[in-house]
């Protein structure tokens, strides 16, 4: 039976997002209905199951192993909105997910209980830029079959997301989670995806506080050699040294383990090579700013990991330029790499 007292229990759980923001689903919710009931319009509602970042798939382990939980929760949000307010159910992902994972969907959904859902189900596959589309604002475009681009906000989706209407945008986990809120399982965990040097790569469960070191060394995953990580996310992450590794992981929680005598050459070629073949191309700072500086390092290697310059120059007007997420992230793991692990004194915090 589903429960009235949804959000009050999504509230009292700290419930936050999966997708990267760790906002509260409880105020985002609760956004997404004051708009519809001051509008007097239907509510739209995203399940954003992208997970466009190298390293990141934990929404995967979700679909693969948790997928009654995963509905659960979603039935307990179209309640919450009313089943006769919700317009659609609209879910985002890949095609490689598409492949693998909509025949045990379809399953799910033919079973009575999600006979609500059925008839409002949409299955909508990325295309064109796959990292950017996962952005909830290019998403909702991508789904009204517009350009992959982010919109300018405000107004936000919980405004004015989908064709118009007001719309949750939640993480696939996040819906996880709250079928683990309303069944009383909850217990203030989520998922982390652990990849590089490490001798058991995979997606593990932990406390959504748990810092890095804790999570590597409880599935067996700390190195015996030096190492650093980048964390959060695989291309926009924080890069930590190993002195550093009390803090949370934070973002999409994930963490990749490098060996310290990786060549530096090789751990930023794969960030620029990343941002290049993934920004939209709608602004000039992203667009212009990341061929600018992967130019550079093609030119002169050793001269672009001095941080100086040009490069420093193009590293932090992406900072303060760039019109989405995508292009101000980049700054993240080129600074903090180069503080962190290469020591330039010079070089400024992520």
């Known amino acids: 039976m589903l429960s009235k007292n949804v959000l009050n229990l999504i509230k009292k759980a700290k419930l936050r997002g999966r997708g990267g923001a760790d906002f509260p689903v409880d105020l ?20 954003n199951c992208s997970e466009g970042e190298p390293g990141v798939f934990k929404d995967a382990h979700v679909l693969e192993n948790y997928l009654p ?59 064109g830029h796959s990292y950017i589309s996962g952005e909830e604002s290019a998403l909702l475009n991508v789904i009204e079959f517009s350009l992959a681009e982010p919109r300018l906000k405000p107004p936000y989706p919980s405004e004015k997301g989908l064709f118009g209407l007001p ?61 650093f990580v980048i964390v959060g996310g695989d291309m926009s992450g924080e890069v930590l040294n190993q002195k550093q590794l009390k803090r949370p992981v934070g973002g999409a929680g994930s963490i990749r383990v490098y060996p310290a005598k990786i060549n ?14 993934e920004t939209c191309g709608h602004c000039t700072p992203c667009r ?27 590293i932090d007007n992406l900072s303060v330029s760039s019109f989405c997420a995508l292009g101000a992230s980049l700054p993240t793991p080129l600074n903090s790499y180069a503080k962190n692990i290469l020591k330039i004194k010079n070089s400024k915090n992520s």
């Open 28 to 47: 985002k919710w609760q956004s997404v209905k004051n708009q519809a009931e001051k509008s007097g319009q239907s509510v739209a509602i995203v399940i």
């Open 69 to 127: 939980e995963f509905f659960l929760g979603l039935r307990h949000a179209v309640e919450f909105f009313s089943k006769e307010k919700v317009f659609g159910i609209y879910f985002f992902t890949s095609t490689d997910y598409a492949k693998e994972f909509l025949p045990k969907i379809e399953k799910e959904l033919n079973k009575n209980e999600n006979s609500a859902l059925q008839k409002r189900w949409h299955n909508h596959l990325k295309s």
């Open 167 to 227: 719309t949750l945008v939640n993480n696939l986990e996040t819906f996880y989670n709250v079928g683990l809120v309303v069944s009383g399982k909850f217990k203030k965990e989520r998922f982390y995806s652990i990849t590089g040097a490490v001798k058991n790569p995979g997606v593990y469960p932990g406390l959504e506080d748990a810092n890095i070191e804790d999570i590597l060394k409880s599935t067996n995953n700390f190195p015996f050699t030096d190492f």
């Open 264 to 277: 530096p050459r090789q751990v930023v070629r794969e960030w620029l090579d990343f941002y290049v073949a």
């Open 288 to 314: 212009e700013g990341t061929f600018r500086l992967l130019e550079l390092f093609k030119k002169d290697p050793d001269d672009f990991l001095k941080f100086k310059g040009e490069v420093r120059n193009l």
